[in-house]
């Protein structure tokens, strides 16, 4: 007793094009080997798509991604670090992590825990924890020779030596001290056992700082086993921290360190690339010249292969006291597309105290740009996984790579500061007090300012200036494909209905275009997702759009499909027991409590919701 349209859709859903568009979505599962997470819960007699069992796990955990504040030297302690927190969430910007700075312990470096500002470290990790903060500590390989534990290293030659076999010292920033040596397993044993003392407060893991160059001071550095070089001895300490901190405590632990930063007027790599999941690029001052800086080290970092990084908003130094509102918000924006959002450094960070006078307008913007970090996450995650596996890196510079110079000094001039942050984003920094913006599109690809969305670029890799106030950034999205976003956090130009279900993941298409588009979106085991990946995919013509998500044990699909070429007339979705028509409604309409359902927004956008996210989702829109 179907109508006419209604046999139309039902005769589509059985059509070659409907098991093309499934075709495409397991083949492209199945192009993915590794471990990925368990989909055996769902069985695929009773799934519309099935799950994507063959998508691997991302290879560490989403809170990389999150936004991470921190006190330089940790303030005067355990209360200050308490409060910045609780402070950030008070205005209610979202934390992530936060990193407990130096001088945190007795002795440069002993793992003991200073009382006087730490009374009860354990108590604050989880205190930290019950707000869903994650708490990294700062760290080097450098015992000083104050440290309580330094004789016994010494007396037991668990140090490297310079180049008349002795145990060399040096001199650096907190003291002077000797270089733990890795190639010693009875010294690597000895250290562990001290990192225990930390590890065992449930930490989740460190900020690993760049004391490894400092071997070049011993000429010719030695160890248990012969001669070490600089970049060996690099791979050890922080590769030694990355891997006993995750064997210990689980592969949900990070490390933060440099990828590439400059040392005198060179460039240099730091970290071994494997563990490079949330980098920072090094001090710079707090000025826009600290932020070109922190834009050079990205570029070098990139061409490098290293996967994800961020820098210090505002500039980790103060030349400049104080740091100027505008300086911070246009960091802040950088920090929001960069896989990595971290803000903390020498004076004052927070946006409602670095003008008092402007706090409600600033805080709105910072917040604003965090909101955006966050609902990128499934996105920054996938590319960040792929940029890992491949070794290659979330970020993609559009200046020009090819000469030496560029390669090696620090004060090279880049012909665009704009950059790819995976396929899909395109950001264009502010660089100084104005709201003038240099934009530099890629060779492919229309692009639509996510600030704007009457701007529409194609690629062609043209220039254009823009006129972009604090409020904005120069941001981009490439049309015509599939970005994944977190519903929970808002994002420009999408208003998503009061009864999308939570956790959902967000799909969003601005324009469908006849090529269609398939990506995959990886999940950390320790996430929501669980480890078990989606496969998202659409085809279009000119009449009709099919939507297709595959079954996930835990987590909803929501389509957000905006600049359509016409009115969608009738929206059916695919279900075990049948094809359910979604009834259409406006964005200020309730939608029925059970079902599939699709919402007309006021700019002419449609949102698809099918609430059962266990059987996967194939969806057809006849426009």
Known sequence: HCQPRQKFFVTMLFSERFWRVTAIAIALALGVCGVAGDCSQLDSDNTVIPCAHDIKAAPYAEWAHHHWVWLDHGGNGQDDCLNLVKDYKAHNITVGAVDIDSTWETGFNNFIVDTNKYPNASAMVEEFHSMGVRVIFWITSMIDVDSSNYQEGYDKEYYVKNILGKQGKVKWWHGTGSMLDYTNPDAVDWWHKQMDLVLDLGIDGWKCDGTDPYILEFIEPSGYNG?????????????????????????????????VDAEGPLFVRFSPRRVMLSGWVGDQDDTFDGLKGALLRYFQSAWSNYANFGSDIGGYRTPQKPRTAELLIRWAQLGAFSPLMENGGGGEHRPWAVDPSRAAELTNIYRTFVDIHYAMIPYLLSVGSNALDNNSSSITPLAKHDNLIDDLIDKFAPDSYCYLLGPQILFCPALDNGTDVAAKFPTYGKWQNKFNSSHVFNGEG??????????????????????????????????????TPSKALTALVIEPSTKGHATQVRTSTSSHGQGIGHQLSYTATQNIIELSASAHPHTPVTWYLTKLSSTPKRVVATQLSGHEVCPIITSDEKAPSNGCVAIKTTDGAIQVIVPEHTTGAHVLIEL
């Open 227 to 259: 001669s070490i070089s600089w970049h060996e001895y690099s791979d050890m300490y922080y590769g030694d921290f990355f891997d006993y901190t995750r064997k210990k405590l689980g592969d949900d632990r990070l490390i933060m360190s440099r990828p």
């Open 462 to 499: 043209q220039r254009v200036n823009l006129n972009v106030p604090l409020f904005e950034a120069a941001a981009f999205v490439q049309m015509s494909t599939i970005l994944p976003l977190n519903s929970t956090f808002p994002f420009p130009g999408v208003a998503l209905h009061p009864s």
